[in-house]
Nanobody, 124 residues
């Protein structure tokens, strides 16, 4: 089993920054993927950024996110540094873990079996 615990959410003004943390523990494997997802009120959960634990390969959902957000990993913690935040970034943010053998797109939520409880980010 795998546990993920997010922290670092909060309320900021537009243009501000936040750094989210995701502490991963349990039966992790060398070819896991850890991703950050977000879900705004009334919308589907969407992938934001993913990092491959085995080699550091990274993907972002789109150019807007890649220019403002940075995913990184330090041992068992995965971070999401978010700069130049916009009101449309307001959402519950989740981290999740997928095995390397799982099927589905890397940014697709259904691929991920293990999830944290989420941390709220509000940008006004």
């Amino acid at each position: 089993h795998v546990q993920l615990v997010e922290s670092g959410g909060g309320s900021v003004q537009a243009g501000g920054s936040l750094r989210l943390s995701c502490k991963v523990s349990g039966e992790t494997e060398g070819d896991d993927y850890v991703g950050w997802f977000r879900q705004a009120a009334g919308k589907e959960r969407e992938g934001v950024a993913v990092i491959y634990v085995g080699g550091g390969w990274i993907v972002y959902s789109d150019d807007s996110v890649e220019g403002r957000f940075t995913i990184s990993r330090d041992k068992n913690t995965v971070y999401l540094q978010m700069n130049s935040l916009k009101p449309e970034d307001t959402a519950m943010y989740y981290c999740a873990l997928s095995r390397g053998s799982a099927s589905g797109s890397i940014l697709q939520a259904s691929r991920y079996r293990y999830w944290g409880q989420g941390t709220q980010v509000t940008v006004s």
